[in-house]
């Protein structure tokens, strides 16, 4: 069992849906969650790091559970921008080593 | 601007050749960085860990012998591929621990080609 893993999609939305992404993670003693969008050939960048409480930064909303080692992302209001494909990433237990998910894949179309 | 810079962004090689890939942190110290690898529509695979004036520690099923990996100082670390074969083509990329900003940064990452 991959230790990420993530819906691949593709998920294509028109400009200005709210578009949700889940992902599960299978190591329970994982200490930190990230969202990471990484465009076509290029490196991932940070989104957001994910915490307990929920945490959200202008249109992106992240949740944790960790009972159900489970994670998400909402996007409000989708931009034409917001086509790239996002990275579900846990860090391993050596902390900064982090475990990517296969990433899924959003298209915003106008 | 960039803080972590990877070089070369694009190498073709021979197969059989070996191509050297830097990765080097900008304004602060690495004593831990990593390399991943990406193939096509897959994600980022841990291959090993750089440790500064060590021997990097490597994943399961990764060749320590074809995939050297220099930590020499604490802003450099260079990834060795050698006798590359086709199969070797992939998207290398590294990151960085400012672990006094508690934050990893990626390099731009490098493109090999083995023809």
């Known amino acids: 069992r991959k230790e990420v893993e993530q819906d691949p999609g593709p998920f294509n939305v028109p400009e200005g849906a709210t578009v949700a992404f889940n992902c599960t993670y299978s190591?329970?003693?994982?200490?930190?969650f990230f969202w990471y969008r990484q465009d076509c050939r290029k490196e991932p960048k940070l989104l957001m790091s994910?915490?307990?409480s929920g945490n959200e930064d202008g249109r992106f909303t992240a949740q944790l559970n960790r009972a159900s080692q489970y994670i998400s992302l909402l996007i409000r209001d989708s931009k034409l921008s917001d086509s790239a494909t996002y990275l579900c990433?846990?860090?391993?237990?050596?902390?900064?080593?982090?475990?990517f998910g296969k990433g899924t894949s959003l298209l915003v179309t106008p | 601007g960039a803080v972590v810079s990877q070089h070369p962004s694009r190498v073709i090689c021979k197969s059989g050749t070996s191509v050297k890939i830097e990765c080097r942190s900008l304004?602060?110290?690495?004593?831990?960085m990593f390399w991943y690898r990406q193939f096509p529509k897959q994600s980022l695979m841990l291959m090993a860990t750089s440790n500064e004036g060590s021997k990097a520690t490597y994943e399961q099923g990764v060749e320590k012998d074809k995939f050297l990996i220099n930590h020499a100082s604490l802003t450099l670390s260079t990834l060795t591929v050698t006798s590359a074969h086709p199969e070797d083509s992939s998207f290398y990329i590294c990151?960085?621990?400012?672990?006094?900003?508690?934050?990893?940064?990626f390099g731009e990452g490098s493109w090999l080609t083995v023809v």
């Open positions: 304004d602060f110290q690495a004593t831990t």
């Open positions: 994910v915490y307990s």
């Open positions: 990151s960085a621990a400012d672990t006094g900003r508690y934050t990893i940064y």
């Open positions: 190591n329970s003693a994982s200490q930190s």
């Open positions: 990433v846990v860090t391993s237990n050596s902390g900064y080593a982090l475990n």
